[in-house]
C-alpha cells in the first residue's frame, strides 16, 4: 500500500529514465508502432507561433492556433509551444495552450520537459492541476454529448427505430447520414424511412459496437461473447468485420485491435475524433447552413416546414439581422434568418433541454415545425449552432461580445469561456510588458475596456474580470483621469450590497494588484525595490543625522567653484539614443529623472496617489 502511495506522489522522472522513456519511445514510432506525438514542423506559421510563445503574446497565439497550426508539433531544436512557453514564464500562453489541446503527458520526454523547463511554481502547479497524466481533447465535450443520445429517454429525439434481435433501438437519421455513407445513400434515397431490421445472423454486440463507434463513443476493452449470448468471440469479430464493411465504416475493428494499449488507444481515439467531427461539421454546413432560409420578419410565421423533410430536421431556430446604424436607407424591411436544426444537438444548451423536456409548446411534436425565436444576430446564431454540432468556435473579436451574451443566455458555458478566451487573447493587443513599457494612450486601444469588464459583470465571467483589470494597470495612466473610468470604479463599489466603508472594491484591488506586478517586473531584476521606500539619512554612531557634517561640505565644495570661478554644472536627465539624439526622461507629473527605473519607481507612487485622489473625490473608502 505504501509502495502504492509512493508510485502516486512521485510527479517528475529522473534523468535516466528520461532518457530510457525517449529511447524507447523513438524504437516504437521507428517501428511504426505509435504515432509521433510531436511532429517536426518547419513551416512558417508553426515558427510563429513559436516565436509568440517565446514573447509572451497571446494574441498572435490565439491567431496562429484559429489557423490550425499544430500545437503539439516541434521545432528544428525538439521545442514544443508549451515547452517555450513554460520555459520563458508566460502563464496565459501555457493556459492557452493547454486548453487547445496541447499535450503534456506523464512518462514521454516531451511531458517531463514541460515540468522541468517550468520557469516558476505557478506553471509547474497549472501543470498538475491539468492533471498532466492525462492530454486534454477538446472534441471530448462533443463526443460526449453524442454517445449520451443512445442512452437518453427524454425528450426524446430518435427518429428512425433499428431492431436488433427482440429489442428496438432508436437512432437519429442525422447522425447516421454524416457518419455512415451507407445509411448517407439509403437514407437520401428514401428520407421518409422509420425503421430499420439487422440481419438475424449478425451478433447483437457486433451492431452495439458499430452504433457506440457512429455515435463518437469509446472503443470497448470487451466483448460479450460466449454462453449466454449465443455467439462465441470469433463470431462476434467475425461480425464487426462485416457489418463495418457493409456501413462503410472500415477503422472500426482498427480502433478495436487498439483499444488494448493506452498510447494507442488515445492516439487512435483523437484520430476518430478528428475524422468523425469533420463528417459532422461536413454534413452540418451542406444541409443545416446550407438550408438557411432568409424572409422578412412580418412572414416569418407564414413558414410552414414539414417534420418529414430530407435533412430530418425537427426544429427552426430564428434570428432576427440586426438594423444597421450606418444604412441611410431608414425604411429598409427588416428581415429574418432560419435555421433547420435537430433537438438532439440543442439540447447541449441547458437552456434548450428545460424547454424541450417541459410542457411548453415547442417540447410537443406536430407536422411542422415550431419556430423557436433566438435573441441575437443570425451571425451570432451561425457561430451557437457551428459549436453545438461541431465544438468548433472561430469567430473574430468584433463579434466576441455579442456571443458571450448569446452562451450566456443559452448557458452554454464552454462557449462563454471561448469568447472570453478571444477577448483576453485576441485584445490584449501587444503583451502586457511591451504595452507598459510604450505607454499608448486611451486612443490606440483596439477593443472597449469599459464594455468588457460590464459584459464580464453581467455574465459573471472571472477570466474577463481579470483581464480588464490588468488591461487598465498596465495602461492605468492612459485611464484614469477620465470620467469613465471614475464611473466605473463606483459602479464596482456599488456591485457590493450594503456595503460598509470598510469593504474593499474588487475591481480596484484588482487594479492595484497589476499595477504593483507590471512595475515589480522590472524592480525585482534590477534590484530597485528600495526605491519605493524612503530610506532614513544616516546616523553617527551616537545615532545622530550626518546633516550638519554634509551642511559643511557643500559649502566647502561651493567655495571651491567659487574660488575657481567655475560654476556648477547640474547635468540633465537626458536618455542617450542612437545617432546623437537625447530623450528628456519626466515622469507623469512633468519631474526630470535620470533614468527610466527612477520614472518607474515615481511613476508607480504617483498612480497610486491618483487613485486615492480619485477615492477621496468619489467619497469611497477601500
Not at 505557478?122 to 454517445?147: C, M, V, W
Not at 437519429?172 to 445513400?185: D, E, G, Q, W
Not at 468556435?393 to 443559452?410: K, N, Q, S, Y
Not at 575657481?564 to 528628456?584: D, L
Request: glycine share 4%.
Amino acid at each position: 500500500m505504501e509502495n502504492m502511495e509512493n508510485t502516486e506522489e512521485r510527479t517528475v522522472l529522473r534523468k535516466d529514465q528520461l532518457e530510457i522513456s525517449l529511447h524507447n519511445e523513438k524504437r516504437l514510432i521507428k517501428e511504426g508502432t505509435i504515432k509521433d506525438d510531436n511532429p517536426l514542423d518547419l513551416s512558417e506559421p508553426f515558427r510563429e507561433l513559436c516565436s509568440a510563445c517565446r514573447r509572451g503574446d497571446l494574441k498572435a497565439c490565439q491567431e496562429k492556433i484559429t489557423e490550425g497550426v499544430n500545437v503539439n508539433a516541434r521545432d528544428l531544436y525538439d521545442y514544443t509551444p508549451l515547452i517555450l512557453a513554460s520555459l520563458c514564464g508566460h502563464y496565459e500562453v501555457a493556459q492557452l495552450l493547454l486548453e487547445s489541446g496541447a499535450l503534456c503527458e506523464r512518462d514521454t520526454f516531451q511531458g517531463e520537459r514541460c515540468l522541468y523547463n517550468a520557469l516558476n511554481d505557478r506553471i509547474r502547479n497549472l501543470f498538475l492541476e491539468y492533471d498532466y497524466s492525462k492530454s486534454t481533447d477538446p472534441l471530448q465535450p462533443l463526443a460526449a454529448h453524442t454517445a449520451s443520445l443512445l442512452t437518453r429517454e427524454t425528450p426524446v429525439t430518435t427518429d428512425i427505430t433499428v431492431a436488433v434481435g427482440d429489442q428496438d433501438i432508436g437512432l437519429h437519421k442525422f447522425i447516421l447520414a454524416a457518419r455512415s455513407p451507407y445509411f448517407r445513400t439509403k437514407l437520401a434515397a428514401a428520407p421518409e424511412t422509420t425503421t430499420w431490421k439487422l440481419p438475424s445472423a449478425t451478433p447483437p454486440e457486433a451492431f452495439a459496437a458499430a452504433i457506440r463507434y457512429l455515435y463518437l463513443g469509446e472503443a470497448p476493452r470487451e466483448l460479450r461473447s460466449g454462453p449466454g449470448t449465443g455467439f462465441t468471440e470469433s463470431e462476434v469479430f467475425t461480425g464487426i468485420d462485416k457489418i463495418s464493411k457493409y456501413l462503410e465504416i472500415e477503422s472500426l475493428m482498427d480502433s478495436l485491435l487498439d483499444s488494448g494499449d493506452r498510447r494507442r488507444a488515445r492516439q487512435r481515439r483523437t484520430t476518430e475524433l478528428a475524422k468523425g467531427r469533420e463528417q459532422l461539421e461536413e454534413w452540418f454546413r451542406q444541409n443545416v447552413l446550407g438550408h438557411r432560409v432568409v424572409v422578412e420578419t412580418s412572414k416569418v410565421n407564414d413558414v410552414k416546414w414539414d417534420r418529414n423533410n430530407a435533412i430530418f430536421a425537427d426544429v427552426l431556430l430564428r434570428a432576427d439581422e440586426l438594423p444597421d446604424e450606418d444604412d441611410s436607407a431608414a425604411d429598409e424591411i427588416p428581415k429574418s434568418a432560419l435555421f433547420p436544426c435537430h433537438r438532439a444537438m440543442l439540447l447541449r444548451s441547458e437552456f434548450f433541454q428545460a424547454m424541450f423536456t417541459s410542457s411548453f409548446r415547442e417540447a410537443h411534436v406536430t407536422n411542422d415545425l415550431h419556430i423557436i425565436d433566438v435573441d441575437c444576430s443570425p451571425d451570432v446564431l451561425e457561430i451557437i449552432l457551428t459549436f453545438l454540432y461541431t465544438e468548433r468556435a472561430d469567430f473574430p473579436l468584433e463579434i466576441a461580445i455579442d456571443v458571450l451574451f448569446a452562451a450566456d443566455m443559452l448557458f452554454i458555458e464552454k462557449l462563454k469561456t471561448k469568447a472570453a478566451v478571444v477577448i483576453s487573447t485576441l485584445g490584449s493587443g501587444v503583451s502586457q510588458s511591451e504595452a507598459a513599457r510604450t505607454r499608448g494612450t486611451k486612443d490606440e486601444d483596439d477593443i472597449d475596456i469599459y464594455a468588457i469588464i460590464r459584459a464580464a459583470w453581467l455574465t459573471r465571467v472571472q477570466r474577463l474580470e481579470e483581464f480588464a483589470a490588468r488591461f487598465l494597470a498596465y495602461r492605468l495612466e492612459a485611464h484614469i483621469d477620465s470620467p469613465e473610468f471614475a464611473e466605473l470604479i463606483q459602479e464596482s463599489a456599488a456591485r457590493i450590497q450594503a456595503r460598509q466603508e470598510t469593504d474593499s472594491i474588487e475591481l480596484l484591488d484588482d487594479i492595484r494588484f497589476y499595477l504593483n506586478e507590471r512595475f515589480r517586473l522590472r524592480f525585482d531584476d534590477a534590484g530597485l525595490d528600495e526605491l519605493m521606500e524612503e530610506q532614513p539619512p544616516p546616523a553617527n554612531g551616537d545615532g545622530t543625522a550626518q546633516g550638519d557634517d554634509m551642511e559643511k561640505i557643500i559649502e566647502g565644495v561651493e567655495a571651491i567653484n567659487v574660488a575657481n570661478s567655475t560654476p556648477v554644472i547640474v547635468p540633465e536627465a537626458t536618455s542617450q539614443q542612437p545617432y546623437g539624439y537625447t530623450r528628456e526622461i519626466r515622469t507623469l507629473d512633468g519631474a526630470l529623472v535620470e533614468d527610466e527605473f527612477d520614472e518607474d519607481a515615481m511613476n508607480y507612487q504617483i498612480l497610486l496617489e491618483k487613485l486615492d485622489a480619485l477615492l477621496e473625490r468619489l467619497n469611497l473608502d477601500a
